[in-house]
């Protein structure tokens, strides 16, 4: 099942919406779209000496499923396994969480305006530990 391009591209501009979200708040965006083999980590931010991992969730405003919910166990895996890849790559010994930042987008017309509905900070750990 593919998606289509509209839907691709209001989830890239959901993860923009976000990163500007986040400066905002002061964190500093290290990296957009990591890979890893076939995992993707959609930012990576610091602030305070905390590593922030971030999955972005952009849902159309008449969705059915909550964007959190969208993170079950095995995409908290596979992030988790990207994190770790990225932090022993960049040799990094700083505090780690993993974020959820669920935006909503709505068409209207040609425009896609976005709005970010939730920021859930520390939104699991690895392993549930």
């Not at 990296?31 to 990576?44: C, G, K, V, W």
């Not at 040799?91 to 068409?107: G, K, P, Q, S, Y």
Request: proline share 2%.
């Amino acid at each position: 099942m593919g998606y289509s391009l509209a839907y691709r591209n209001a989830g890239k501009g959901g993860e923009r919406w976000a990163a500007a979200y986040l400066q905002s708040l002061g964190y500093r965006v290290l990296e957009a779209n990591y890979r890893s083999r076939h995992r993707e980590i959609d930012l990576i931010v610091e602030k305070e000496g905390i590593l922030v991992f971030v999955e972005v969730k952009t849902r159309a405003s008449n969705a059915l499923l909550a964007a959190p919910c969208a993170v079950d166990w095995r995409k908290q895996m596979f992030l988790y396994s990207a994190a770790s890849r990225y932090v022993r790559q960049h040799a990094l010994t700083m505090d780690i969480r993993f974020d959820i930042i669920w935006v909503e987008c709505r068409r209207q017309g040609r425009q896609i305006f976005y709005r970010v509905v939730e920021h859930i900070e520390n939104a699991f750990a690895p392993f549930g530990g």
